[in-house]
């Protein structure tokens, strides 16, 4: 089997887990930047683009702001569900047969744990990236 390495695991492991690593890292990075260096909170809207600003917005609920709720109960609730998901996702990633596959696997687990951190740190996912017409 090709890209199948002992017990199953993915022969690629080592790059996916890397790319997971390097997002985390990034997202933190950019994130603490943004909130404490550039003080985005007190610019406002900052044009970058024709297309795309930065605007600071805490998420407490999931994508596109679904299920927001500030109750603690609703915070516990989706951090059990982002680590289930980050484990299935993970179990995916080792298993996976492509480096492609692996790789966005890994790109994908380094965003939910960042947010995850994002979520236990603050009590909601630190947003930023306005893309508009």
Same mark, same amino acid.
């Given at each position: 089997?090709?890209?199948?390495?002992?017990? !199953?695991?993915? *022969?690629?492991?080592?790059?996916?887990?890397?790319? &997971? %690593? +390097? =997002?985390? /890292? $990034?997202?933190?990075?950019?994130?603490?930047?943004?909130?404490?260096?550039?003080?985005?909170?007190?610019?406002?809207?900052?044009?970058?683009?024709?297309?795309?600003?930065?605007?600071?917005?805490?998420?407490?609920?999931?994508?596109?702001?679904?299920?927001?709720?500030? !109750?603690?109960? *609703?915070?516990?609730?989706?951090?059990?569900?982002? &680590? %289930? +998901? =980050?484990? /299935? $996702?993970?179990?995916?990633?080792?298993?996976?047969?492509?480096?492609?596959?692996?790789?966005?696997?890994?790109?994908?687990?380094?965003?939910?744990?960042?947010?995850?951190?994002?979520?236990?740190?603050?009590?909601?996912?630190?947003?930023?990236?306005?893309?508009?017409?």
């Amino acid at each position: 089997m090709e890209g199948v390495g002992s017990f !199953g695991l993915n *022969a690629h492991l080592r790059p996916g887990v890397i790319a &997971a %690593v +390097a =997002v985390l /890292v $990034l997202d933190q990075l950019t994130k603490l930047w943004l909130l404490y260096v550039f003080d985005i909170a007190h610019r406002g809207a900052v044009t970058v683009t024709s297309f795309f600003d930065l605007v600071l917005a805490w998420n407490p609920g999931i994508s596109f702001g679904w299920f927001q709720n500030d !109750g603690t109960t *609703a915070q516990i609730v989706l951090m059990l569900v982002k &680590a %289930v +998901a =980050v484990i /299935v $996702l993970a179990v995916w990633m080792a298993r996976s047969r492509t480096l492609l596959a692996t790789l966005a696997l890994g790109l994908i687990i380094g965003g939910a744990i960042g947010n995850a951190i994002d979520r236990f740190a603050y009590g909601a996912v630190v947003d930023f990236a306005l893309f508009h017409v």
